[in-house]
Each structure stands twice: as C-alpha cells, then as structure tokens.
C-alpha cells in the first residue's frame, strides 16, 4: 500500500486545526472509520472523478494519524500517513488545489508524488459537519499538472455537499438501527424481569446490553447495600472465569466514583487515581473506567462499573442514555427481587389500585414501541407538550419517576401486552 511502510519524519509536520480533540471526537460520531465499501459512496466518487476528468480519487477521513479512504478510484492504497494532501485540505475554507505537486514543497517529496501512483495534480474539497468540523475530504487527483474549470470547481464543492449529506444519512440510519435493537433488548429484559427469571441471568444479560450499546467490553453490576455502605457483585459480561465479579466487595469510602454516581443518580469517570480501590481495577481489568447508578424511582440499589469506551474514552450523549436505560432496567430488577421477598400472600392485585385513561394507556404503548414525544402526538394526533402532559400523569399514577419505568409498570399491571414486538423502523 503506497505510504504505509514510508515514515513520515522525511516529510514537513502538517499544522494541526486548532479544534483538532473536538475534530477528533466528532469524527468518531459517525462510527464509520473502518468500515466496508458502501455503494452510495463509491458511486459518489466515481461521479466526481468522472465530472472532473480526473484518473484518481478518495473519499478521506483525516484520524489522529492517517488518512483513511472510505472510497477510492485509481489507487490500491486503502490509508497513508497523515501528511498528505487532504491533512493540508481540511485546514482550508474552501478547495485545495494544488496545480503541480513537483512545484510545490509541502508534497514534492511525498510517496503519493515522488512513487506509485506519481500524483501531480490534487484538488480537494473539504467536508464539514453541521457543527463545523473539518473531518474529511472529496478530492481528485491526476498524473499530468492541470487545474479545474470553475464548472468542475463548482461540481466537486457540491459532490462535497452531497458526501457530507451521505455521512449525516448513515449517522441517523444507525442511530435508528441501533434504537430499534435496543428497544427489543430491553422489552426482551424487562420481560423476564416481570416473568420473575432467575435474578443473576437477568442481570448478566443487562450487562452484556450495556458493554453492546456503549461499546465497553467489561462490565460488572455490584448490589449497594446502605446500611452499611458496601457494594457486593452480583454480575458480569467479559470478565475472565477466575473473575466472576460475584465475591468483589468494595467499601464505598473507597471508591469515590461510586459514591458521586450513587449521589448525582448520573455517570462517574474515574481517572485511576489513587484513591481509587484496586478491586475495581482488577475487576473491569482497567485504572479508567465508569461507574453507573442502578436506580428505580428515587432508590438506588447498585451500581455497574464498566470499562471506557474504544475511540474517546467518554460516553456519547446516546451511549449515556442506553447506558442509563439498561442500568435502570438493573435497578428495577433488583427492586423487583426486593418486593417478591416481602409482598404479602393476600395482597391486592396491583392493577386494582391504578387507573390510567385510555389516552394515557395509548401514549404508554407507543412509548414501549420505541417512539419519541413528538411522534406520539402524530400518532395520536397531538401535540408533544399534550403527550408529555399525559405521560407526566401517568408517571404519577404508576408511582414512578421515568418513561423506562413507566413503560416496565404498566406492562407489569397488564396494560401493556407481553412479548408485543416494536413496528419495523419506528425508532
């Protein structure tokens, strides 16, 4: 592959936008780094090449330190270092276009120019994201020195347009995709905790929900225990066999990223510090890690260490809601656990004791289906601000303080039918 075996210290260090973690980060958003040809893609590419009249081309998405091809024409290499044309491009407003490359000092003594495949000419338009990050280009390249005609200027800033529009389309795609499965692997969870199934399979399938829709690979859900403030493991997903997580006790003291997680109700980072209790450590197998209250209502009845996410190391604001969603599902499971041990015989039926109206069980059901406010209200023909009126009082009837647990209640009290699986694409 041209470039990849050539060091690049032969080559001038290539500015870095001033924006470059943040860049970095919003790269990473669209999980596409890596990843297989696509045609749309590669049918842009060829588009451009053509309209240019140009032998060579690439799609490039500038990483930490190479350039990756999404697609390509006219060349086998698949990345190079990252001190080629498209590094200098995204520092650019507008086209890079670079007339001859033997003229120029940045890329004369290049591996792209100098060997295979002995580019001369580049022209390259940057791709922004809506929030203004350069992470890319849509570039042509030829042998001979030329220049583009301001028609061929103009269409490859709009072929840039479109593979921008291309990136933002498979961003939302597999956001949807994702919501869709999530969706079934909580239904299927919150199933089996009202089907009363066996407490630590339960829990070890969450966690295995939450390393699968975080992008973790370790985690570890550990029973709280107030009285005398000791977390105590419960289940795993990916840790070793002479790891179970089932005979890990931590005193709280000494683990402060649990304590503010079980104080703030939202996600601890810990850094590795040295207060920090090596159990832990040993446990999700890492010094920086995450630590997730297990809430239902206002209780708190655990936490879930996992380890941090490949790409940033931080949970994406998605991620952060899955994460949450799957660990309240913990929560709900060992509240569920707790009441079956001290409900009496002769109790009430639950369902004797809550009246929802039928608007309000109709939001319910479209809510366990996976649909959001506003697609409720079209459902239904309301607005968000009515549907969210509705779901507020039906939280209040079922005694509980979120949509996750709205939903696992009614479906326990027999408003929401069992095992009814979510439409296709409603995310």
């Known amino acids: 592959m041209v470039g990849e075996e050539r060091s690049t210290r032969m080559h001038p260090l290539v500015p870095m936008p001033a924006d470059e973690e943040a860049r970095l980060e919003a790269l990473r958003r669209y999980e596409i780094l890596d990843t297989p040809p696509e045609p749309a893609f590669d049918d842009l590419m060829k588009l451009a090449a053509h309209v240019c009249d140009a032998p060579m081309g690439s799609l490039t998405l500038i990483d930490a330190d190479r350039q990756w091809f999404k697609t390509k024409v006219g060349f086998d290499a698949t990345e190079t270092p990252r001190d080629g044309f498209c ?13 001859d490359a033997w003229d120029d000092q940045r890329f004369r003594s290049h591996p792209f120019v100098i060997a295979d495949p002995h580019a001369r000419f580049y022209a390259g338009v940057t791709l922004v994201t809506p929030d203004g990050f350069a992470i890319g280009t849509l570039c042509v390249l030829d042998t001979q020195p030329r220049d583009l005609t301001s028609e061929q200027a103009d269409a490859l800033r709009a072929l840039g347009r479109q593979a921008m529009s291309l990136l933002e389309l498979r961003l939302v795609a597999g956001r949807e995709r994702r919501r ?9 969870m919150a ?36 009285e005398i403030a000791m977390l105590e493991g419960l289940a795993n997903h990916g840790i070793d066999s002479d790891q179970t997580g089932r005979d890990v006790t931590i005193p709280l003291d000494d683990c402060p990223s649990a304590g503010r ?7 601890a980072f810990s850094d590795g510090l040295p207060e920090e209790n090596r159990a832990v450590e040993e446990l999700v197998g890492t010094q920086a890690y995450i630590c997730v209250p297990l809430r239902a209502g206002a209780n708190v009845f655990g936490v879930v260490f996992l380890d941090r996410p490949r790409g940033t190391g931080r949970l994406s604001p998605e991620q952060e809601d ?96 069992l095992g009814e699986p979510p439409s296709p694409g409603r995310g």
Do not use: W
Request: some cysteine; hydrophobic content about 45%; charged content about 25%.
């Open 87 to 99: 590094s200098h491009a995204i520092l650019q407003t507008d086209l890079l276009v670079v007339r």
């Open 261 to 267: 997680a079980i104080i703030t109700g939202r996600p």
């Open 191 to 226: 199933a089996r905790i009202l089907s009363r199934s066996d407490l630590e399979q339960v829990l070890a399938g969450i966690a295995s929900g939450i390393c699968r829709f975080t992008g973790s690979t370790r985690a570890a859900i550990l029973d709280y225990d107030p």
């Open 180 to 188: 869709v499965d999530e969706l079934h692997a909580v239904q299927e």
């Open 322 to 417: 899955s994460c949450m969603s799957f660990a309240m599902l913990a929560g709900v499971a060992l509240d569920h656990a707790h009441r079956r041990l001290h409900e009496p015989r002769d109790r009430v039926p639950a369902t004797a004791k809550v009246h929802l109206s039928a608007q309000e069980v109709s939001i319910l059901r479209l809510a366990a289906e996976g649909l959001s406010n506003p697609e409720i209200g079209e459902k239904l023909f309301l607005s968000k601000h009515t549907v969210k009126e509705y779901f507020g009082n039906a939280m209040r009837k079922l005694g509980v303080s979120s949509r996750v647990e709205a939903v696992l209640e009614a479906t326990r009290l027999g408003f929401i039918p």
